[in-house]
C-alpha cells in the first residue's frame, strides 16, 4: 500500500511523533510512507491511505484544510485523522467529514515503535532534526481538571523501560515528553539510563515540583540539562515551586537553571 502521512500547517516546534511512529509500524508491513507538512501537490504519489494528525484545539483550521485538500485529490483513498484535537472533538471531525474514520487516543499498536526520522527529511521544515523525542511512560497520577491526559493516556504507566533502546545514534539531546517523570516509582532506573546515554536531556513537559525531594535533586545533577521546566498550573502549588527550586540549587542546580 501507499501511505500518505500529513502534518497540519501549524505551529509547533517539534516533528509529528505520532505519523513517525505509524511510518515505522507501516515501513515493517513493506508499505510505501511519504510524510507532509500542509496541503501540497502530490503528482507522483497516489495514497491508498490518507493518515492526518492533529495538535491542540484552537489549531483546528489547518487540519479541516488538510482533510478537504488531500480527500478532494484523492477521494478513493481512505482517511483517517488523529491526535489531540481527533480526541477531544472527535464529533466535530465527524460531522464536518462524515467519510473520515477518528481515532480517538493512542494508537497501541505504534506506540511500541521507535520513531521513524529517516522520514523527516522528506519536509524542509525537520530536516536537520538532531533531538531523540520519546514517552518513558503514560497517564499521570494528578487528575488535574483543566487536563486530558488521563481521558486520552489513562493512569500512570511505564511503557519505555531503556530510554537508549529509542535514542537515536546521531542525535544530540533526548527530548522527555513524559507528563509526570518524577512519578514514576522506577525514575532512579531511568534517570541512569539518561546518564548513561551522554546526551543532553530536555524534560519538555515539566517536572511536578510537589514531587521534588533532596534525593531527586541529587540524581537530576548527573544529567547534562540546559534548564529545568517546572509544572506551575496553580497559586497552590507556590510554595511546592519556592521549595523544589530550593532543593535543586542545594542539588547544585544554578538558580538560573
Request: with cysteine.
Given at each position: 500500500?501507499?501511505?500518505?502521512?500529513?502534518?497540519?500547517?501549524?505551529?509547533?516546534?517539534?516533528?509529528?511523533?505520532?505519523?513517525?511512529?505509524?511510518?515505522?509500524?507501516?515501513?515493517?508491513?513493506?508499505?510505501?510512507?511519504?510524510?507532509?507538512?500542509?496541503?501540497?501537490?502530490?503528482?507522483?504519489?497516489?495514497?491508498?491511505?490518507?493518515?492526518?494528525?492533529?495538535?491542540?484545539?484552537?489549531?483546528?483550521?489547518?487540519?479541516?484544510?488538510?482533510?478537504?485538500?488531500?480527500?478532494?485529490?484523492f477521494p478513493n483513498a481512505k482517511i483517517s485523522v488523529g491526535g489531540i484535537y481527533a480526541?477531544?472533538?472527535?464529533?466535530?471531525?465527524?460531522?464536518?467529514?462524515?467519510?473520515?474514520?477518528?481515532?480517538?487516543?493512542?494508537?497501541?499498536?505504534?506506540?511500541?515503535?521507535?520513531?521513524?526520522?529517516?522520514?523527516?527529511?522528506?519536509?524542509?521544515?525537520?530536516?536537520?532534526?538532531?533531538?531523540?523525542?520519546?514517552?518513558?511512560?503514560?497517564?499521570?497520577?494528578?487528575?488535574?481538571?483543566?487536563?486530558?491526559?488521563?481521558?486520552?493516556?489513562?493512569?500512570?504507566?511505564?511503557?519505555?523501560?531503556?530510554?537508549?533502546?529509542?535514542?537515536?545514534?546521531?542525535?544530540?539531546?533526548?527530548?522527555?515528553?513524559?507528563?509526570?517523570?518524577?512519578?514514576?516509582?522506577?525514575?532512579?532506573?531511568?534517570?541512569?539510563?539518561?546518564?548513561?546515554?551522554?546526551?543532553?536531556?530536555?524534560?519538555?513537559?515539566?517536572?511536578?515540583?510537589?514531587?521534588?525531594?533532596?534525593?531527586?535533586?541529587?540524581?537530576?545533577?548527573?544529567?547534562?540539562?540546559?534548564?529545568?521546566?517546572?509544572?506551575?498550573d496553580g497559586k497552590h502549588e507556590k510554595k511546592?515551586?519556592?521549595?523544589?527550586?530550593?532543593?535543586?540549587?542545594?542539588?547544585?542546580?544554578?538558580?538560573?537553571?
Amino acid at each position: 500500500m501507499n501511505i500518505l502521512l500529513v502534518e497540519p500547517a501549524y505551529y509547533t516546534r517539534y516533528p509529528p511523533l505520532g505519523l513517525m511512529k505509524l511510518a515505522s509500524r507501516h515501513k515493517v508491513w513493506n508499505h510505501k510512507v511519504r510524510l507532509v507538512r500542509g496541503t501540497v501537490p502530490l503528482d507522483d504519489f497516489i495514497p491508498d491511505r490518507i493518515d492526518i494528525t492533529s495538535l491542540f484545539t484552537y489549531a483546528w483550521r489547518p487540519v479541516h484544510d488538510a482533510i478537504k485538500h488531500y480527500h478532494s485529490l484523492f477521494p478513493n483513498a481512505k482517511i483517517s485523522v488523529g491526535g489531540i484535537y481527533a480526541s477531544v472533538m472527535p464529533e466535530r471531525l465527524r460531522e464536518a467529514f462524515p467519510y473520515v474514520d477518528v481515532h480517538v487516543g493512542l494508537n497501541d499498536e505504534a506506540e511500541r515503535y521507535m520513531p521513524d526520522y529517516d522520514i523527516l527529511d522528506q519536509v524542509d521544515k525537520w530536516k536537520g532534526w538532531d533531538g531523540s523525542i520519546m514517552f518513558t511512560s503514560r497517564g499521570c497520577v494528578n487528575k488535574c481538571p483543566f487536563c486530558l491526559v488521563p481521558i486520552l493516556e489513562g493512569g500512570m504507566r511505564s511503557v519505555l523501560d531503556d530510554p537508549l533502546s529509542h535514542m537515536h545514534p546521531h542525535h544530540k539531546r533526548i527530548i522527555l515528553w513524559d507528563n509526570n517523570f518524577l512519578a514514576l516509582k522506577d525514575w532512579k532506573d531511568r534517570v541512569d539510563s539518561l546518564r548513561r546515554s551522554g546526551m543532553t536531556i530536555d524534560f519538555n513537559q515539566g517536572l511536578d515540583a510537589r514531587l521534588m525531594t533532596a534525593e531527586k535533586a541529587e540524581a537530576l545533577t548527573s544529567l547534562k540539562i540546559d534548564s529545568i521546566k517546572m509544572a506551575y498550573d496553580g497559586k497552590h502549588e507556590k510554595k511546592a515551586v519556592h521549595r523544589a527550586v530550593e532543593l535543586l540549587e542545594d542539588a547544585g542546580f544554578s538558580r538560573r537553571k
